[in-house]
């Protein structure tokens, strides 16, 4: 059974950083691509980041570009995206995806970023 479990939400002000990390498990997670989508209330998913099976190439909205960092570690089955100057409009639920899916199928980790 895949599962993906989130964590590292919080709240903070804006200008703050957060670390967001995401298990994996039930599938092969180092021979996927991964992503991270975020929704917030009223509004589809929208597509963060996402990062190749190897970590060598990695892609951002235009939104998150020079501010996310999106990395894995294949040998603990696990996603990250480094959130550095956060911004209230980067308030959302954060959910990582296999491949570039934008159809969430975990429970997600709350960001609030306060102004």
């Known amino acids: 059974e895949v599962q993906l479990v989130e964590s590292g939400g919080g709240v903070v002000q804006s200008g703050g950083s957060l670390r967001l990390s995401c298990a994996a498990s039930?599938?092969?997670?180092?021979?996927?691509?991964m992503s991270w989508v975020r929704q917030t209330p009223g509004k589809g998913p929208e597509w963060v980041s996402t990062i190749t099976r190897y970590g060598g190439v990695t892609f951002y909205a235009d939104s998150v570009k020079g501010r996310f960092t999106i990395s894995r570690d294949n040998a603990k089955n696990t996603l990250y995206l480094q959130m550095n100057s956060l911004k209230p409009e980067d308030t959302a639920v954060y959910y990582c995806t296999i491949e570039r899916s934008t159809s969430p199928r975990s429970q997600g980790t709350q960001v609030t970023v306060s102004s």
């Open positions: 039930g599938f092969t997670f180092g021979m996927l691509s």
